[in-house]
């Protein structure tokens, strides 16, 4: 019984940590906007009340999608983003494709802000892609998280500095993902599901909500 219960507090104290570790870190999510594109959005843990002086310091985001997945009209919206890596159809996931996102400069500038989502990046997915299009889950059981037969690196991994208190300089560090209220089904890479994505985004009065985008956003030419 006293092993029983030393692995019960163990369980609990674990999960208590990754709870702290979620409300104080950085948190990202994969939405379908109004447009029918998809957006790559960030947000900050609900314990995090960050200033209005955060510098962007690295970032890589992977998403999960099928195979040869395909998109287009890719806009940077809160910092500088370019693929960097795609692995297509590895042994571990057949059928699927890996597809990372790299964070290159904080320009157009990001700024992040207690309880509101920035968007990162978006892009228009091929309509001939049939399949679920998701973020890469850090601490799932993904079976091609690293180590795997490629020797690559996916997974999500974001850093700020906020240097709002000079004398007490802050850093924020990815911490998982989250799943915004008004979209509880998972997102469709091909035309026909996208209706279904649509209604997702739609308020309980049954109007559609507004995307909050980054108030500050700066236009990148």
Known sequence: MKIKSTITAALLAASSFLLAQTEQGLLLSLQQLPDQSWGVFMKPGEALSPSH?????????????????EYSNFKNHAGSWVENA???NPIEAFGKSYVSFGFVTDLPKSHIAAGEETLLFSFTADEKFSGQLYLIDNNSDDPFLPPNSLSTNPGNELSMVDIGDRKNIKKYFYAGNYIP??????????KGDKTENAKNKLGKNGKEERVVLNSLEEEQD
């Open 53 to 69: 002086k955060t510098v962007m310091g690295t970032g890589q985001v992977t998403l999960v999608t099928p195979s040869r997945f």
């Open 181 to 190: 209220e008004n979209q509880a089904k998972p997102v469709f890479a091909n």
């Open 86 to 88: 795609r692995v297509n």
